[in-house]
């Protein structure tokens, strides 16, 4: 390696990406060809970093496989931060086991940290998780244990688990004063703004408030019974009974739920159950099906009981009932919290996370951005979607994933 390469590559380890670019900007030569790319990803210009790692990637060609794939692993994290999903896993797993068999083990465990956080973007949570656990930070860069803690947090965020969220972003924190980039710091900041948001809104007889996520992981460990429309469940503690795949149940639950302790007429139940505005007796008959389904299903904690003008929940405990809602009504939900990221999001990146065709996710962005939710920039393939964040409160319960506690 000349000089100027190894100045550059010093000066962009300081994150001194114009320092890096002065030394190497002129020259077309595979190895600066990378410097220049990472130095361009790091400043944003995303697509030209993307293009100048791509040629470095074909000017190391098979000769230099280890050089080839650090490439492919940088070009993999700015294909992360574009949301360009597609084929990333497999890409991600060659080029960390090349990494690992030549010996670089600093760069095989960045992949598999990218590999993380590809996990934990697809709601794969326990996956993610096993996966960082096995990722060995004792020699590696305070950039790296930062970034590695931020992962981490986001974990734990994800599985409602706080306290141990607020202990991975303090770590991140104290590597990220060693590593001094800005990057980090807003990275973190972000990170623990979503701690300080409200994150669900609670519905009892008594109350209509908005909680955050200490306040979400307190009620799923208090003695309430909850009607769960964040993760369309119902629970008690660690007793969990989710009836995601069960929409007109659910639908019955929640307003059972926020009537309670009070009853709830037929009429209205078959109107919020079928969504009719006409109410026959084949629909009286539905409903009396459709309830004799609610009722085995969460017989464990609720029975649920004819009355006079309909049906009232029933506690099979001495536990009041409440319910848990996303702080914004919103039907698509689920695309809202992932492009309320900041990242532009293509409509096949989309599908890919959330589990949909992608004419049904293009269906509803169309539908959002009639209604100025979202909105989009390019054309064909490379058309993107962006969205702000709902102001003042955080979408983190509305992403998809496994159910706390499941």
Known sequence: MDSLITSAALALARGDFFGALNRVALREDAPA?????IAMAQ??????????????????GSKQPLSKARCLVAEMDIALALRDLDGSASQLESAQQLLRAHGDFINAAYAQHLQARLLLLFGKLDEAEALVNKIDTEHASPAFK?????????????????????????????????????????EIHKAAQLLQTPAARLISASTNT???????????????IIVDACRFAFRHQKNLISLASRPILFNLLQALGKAWPQDVARDQLIKIAFHHKLVDETLRVRLRVEIGRLRAEIASLADVKATAQGFVLVPQINASVVVLEQPIAEKYSAIIAILADGEAWSSSALALVLGLSQRTVQRALEALATSGKVESFGKGQ????????????????????PLPGS
């Not at 030209?48 to 040629?55: G, M, N, P, S, W």
């Not at 306040?215 to 309430?224: I, Q, R, W």
């Not at 962006?386 to 319960?397: C, D, F």
């Open 146 to 186: 930062s970034a590695h803690q931020l992962v981490v947090a986001s974990i734990a965020i994800r599985q409602l688990d706080i306290g141990a969220a607020r202990r991975a972003l303090a770590h991140a924190q104290a590597s990220a004063q060693l590593a001094l980039i800005p990057s980090l710091f807003a």
């Open 382 to 401: 490379s058309r993107r979607w962006v969205a702000a964040p709902p102001p003042g409160v955080t979408t983190i319960l509305l992403l998809p994933g």
């Open 33 to 37: 060809l990378a410097l220049r790319g």
């Open 210 to 224: 908005l909680l955050k996520l200490d306040d979400v992981e307190a009620l799923y460990k208090s003695n309430h």
């Open 43 to 60: 400043l944003g210009d995303l697509e030209r970093a993307k293009f100048l790692l791509r040629k470095a990637a074909r000017k190391f």
